[in-house]
């Protein structure tokens, strides 16, 4: 073997063994037939010994955890508030304007038929309603060939889902008057007053 890598090798190890000794905090004894040197097993000990961090620090940790764990469960759940709330809003604001849309109004077209109780004749009707503070308008009977053969002025009044109807007829022959009850703001159903025995039946045109 050469000697000079042979030197090299013990520089080399008694440098390492200098250094080991800076740690252990005395000289190790280097020895030519073992040629690592006399090593403390306390220095391994050191080096392999798990790091334990102090009480205090654990607790902070944990408790940091804690509250980050208690401050997403308090955020989310506040978020879950904000949008039940949020949508109980809209849900109220929904019925409000719901009940606002269907207020009773029997103001439009309207078509139906007049017809004996137990009779299967009928005669066709049509009605129209104005708007306005009184409400006005006209009815037509309809026969054959989409032909008119009784007609007149029609006054309405209404409270709740109870309307009136007053057919007036010409030449000064009395009234018909009707009352009804009205469904959806879409169906009027009427008997006439003192004869119940005729019906009137009236959708409101679409």
Same mark, same amino acid.
């Given at each position: 073997?050469?000697?000079?890598?042979?030197?090299?090798?013990?520089?080399?190890?008694?440098?390492?063994?200098?250094?080991?000794?800076?740690?252990?905090?005395?000289?190790?004894?280097?020895?030519?037939?073992?040629?690592?040197?006399?090593?403390?097993?306390?220095?391994?000990?050191?080096?392999?010994?798990?790091?334990?961090?102090?009480?205090?620090?654990?607790?902070?940790?944990?408790?940091?955890?804690?509250?980050?764990?208690?401050?997403?469960?308090?955020?989310?759940?506040?978020?879950?508030?904000?949008?039940?709330?949020?949508?109980?809003?809209?849900?109220?604001?929904?019925?409000?304007?719901? %009940?606002? @849309?269907?207020?009773?109004?029997?103001? =439009?077209? $309207?078509?139906? &038929?007049?017809?004996?109780?137990?009779?299967?004749? #009928?005669?066709?009707?049509?009605? %129209?309603? @104005?708007?306005?503070?009184?409400?006005? =308008?006209? $009815?037509?009977? &309809?026969?054959?060939?989409?032909?008119?053969?009784? #007609?007149?002025?029609?006054?309405?009044?209404?409270?709740?889902?109870?309307?009136?109807?007053?057919?007036?007829?010409?030449?000064?022959?009395?009234?018909?008057?009707?009352?009804?009850?009205?469904?959806?703001?879409?169906?009027?159903?009427?008997?006439?007053?003192?004869?119940?025995?005729?019906?009137?039946?009236?959708?409101?045109?679409?």
């Amino acid at each position: 073997m050469d000697n000079n890598n042979i030197q090299d090798q013990d520089l080399s190890v008694e440098s390492t063994a200098q250094e080991l000794a800076e740690v252990q905090g005395r000289p190790l004894k280097y020895n030519k037939s073992f040629p690592y040197g006399i090593i403390n097993p306390d220095i391994f000990q050191n080096i392999l010994k798990p790091v334990v961090l102090p009480v205090k620090s654990i607790v902070l940790v944990t408790l940091m955890t804690v509250s980050f764990s208690s401050a997403m469960t308090i955020l989310g759940g506040t978020s879950q508030v904000s949008a039940n709330s949020l949508q109980s809003k809209q849900a109220r604001n929904y019925q409000i304007n719901d %009940v606002k @849309n269907s207020s009773p109004s029997i103001v =439009g077209n $309207w078509e139906g &038929i007049v017809y004996p109780k137990g009779d299967d004749t #009928s005669t066709s009707v049509e009605m %129209v309603i @104005n708007p306005g503070a009184i409400k006005q =308008g006209t $009815w037509k009977f &309809i026969g054959d060939n989409n032909s008119v053969f009784e #007609s007149g002025a029609v006054v309405a009044s209404l409270a709740g889902n109870n309307a009136t109807l007053e057919f007036k007829q010409k030449n000064q022959k009395p009234s018909w008057f009707y009352k009804c009850q009205l469904q959806n703001n879409k169906k009027l159903s009427c008997e006439q007053v003192g004869n119940t025995f005729w019906k009137l039946t009236l959708n409101k045109a679409k």
